[in-house]
């Protein structure tokens, strides 16, 4: 999907499920951070897309230094900050997430993602299926860690195969270098490496290897959410807003 000022938008519609059937178009996107967005984009989200709520992955000093831009003056939609870090009480910055940015284990960094933000992504959850709610766009900065990290769990938890959740992530690679030259002239994320490299690396394999351990140490993306407060009526929910 193409914005003047966004990138990295995309749809999770179309993707295989096990059983049969395809993820819905039209009910959750992802992308990269808003807060440079022009009014046209806000337009196509709004009117075009239906978009009515935003969830911010970001930390709250990112929030705090990045802000929001036009999103917040220009429309009604609601925003849920619902960071993804490493621990439920880290407050760090952007940049202290991954200490050298130019070597890091990115499925471990996934691993420890979940471990820390278990109850925001279950609330995630819970705004998804309300319908009130929709549609729903989730972002962190790049558009690529800590939303890959919930479009993983969105993904498998409602059936969809490793494979198409891993050639979901990688489809960032497409976008990165643009990424990474609008999130180095920000404040909060100078000193980025080159696109595909350290943390900005890309490969279907992190994924996989982020999805094998979430099935080894807790039996998939359905009993993560379950053992972390999702009702199983709210697990079917899920799967009847994203599945068709």
């Not at 995309?10 to 440079?36: A, E, I, K």
């Not at 705090?64 to 831009?69: C, L, M, T, V, W």
């Amino acid at each position: 999907m193409e914005f003047a000022q966004i990138d990295n938008v995309r749809d999770l519609g179309g993707l295989p499920v096990h059983g049969g059937g395809l993820t819905r178009f039209g009910v959750v996107y992802r992308s990269s951070t808003l807060q440079q967005a022009t009014c046209e984009d806000l337009t196509k989200l709004v009117e075009t897309h239906g978009l009515r709520t935003v969830i911010d992955l970001r930390l709250p000093d990112e929030v705090e230094r990045e802000g929001y831009g036009r999103v917040t003056t220009d429309t009604d939609v609601h925003i849920a900050n619902l960071p993804i870090r490493k621990s439920p009480q880290s407050s760090l910055a952007a940049r202290d997430l991954v200490p050298d940015k130019t070597r890091v284990d990115l499925t471990e960094l996934y691993g420890q993602l979940l471990a820390g933000s278990s109850e925001h992504i279950v609330e995630a959850v819970r705004l998804i299926i309300d319908p009130a709610r929709r549609s729903v766009l989730f972002h962190c900065a790049a558009g690529k860690d800590r939303t890959g990290v919930l479009a993983a769990v969105l993904l498998d938890a409602v059936g969809v195969p490793a494979a198409d959740i891993a050639d979901d992530y990688v489809l960032t690679n497409l976008r990165m270098q643009r990424v990474r030259d609008r999130l180095d002239a920000l404040p909060s994320y100078a000193g980025l490496p080159p696109a595909n490299t350290g943390v900005l690396a890309i490969t279907g394999e992190v994924m996989l290897g982020f999805l094998e351990n979430l099935h080894a140490d807790h039996g998939g993306a359905a009993k993560f959410l379950l053992a972390h407060g999702l009702s199983e009526d709210e697990l079917e929910a899920l799967r009847t807003a994203l599945v068709v």
